[in-house]
């Protein structure tokens, strides 16, 4: 199980990878991700840049 941090205006998130189902643009530059049996959280950061993060915390760059 890997874990990915991601960071909100409220405060962090730790997120398990293969629960993300989706990603869309949020209000004020933030990103909605969606998560599996799960509510959407809203993270900062454009989409690009949660895909980038979430991508390279899976690959382990």
Do not use: C, H
Request: hydrophobic fraction near 40%; proline fraction near 2%.
């Amino acid at each position: 199980m890997k874990f990915i941090k991601l960071q909100s205006r409220g405060g962090d998130y730790m997120v398990v990878a293969s629960n993300i189902a989706w990603l869309r643009t949020g209000e004020n530059g933030q990103t909605n991700v969606g998560m599996v049996g799960g509510s959407p959280l809203l993270v900062t950061g454009s989409i690009e840049d949660v895909s980038a993060q979430i991508l390279s915390d899976v690959n382990g760059a």
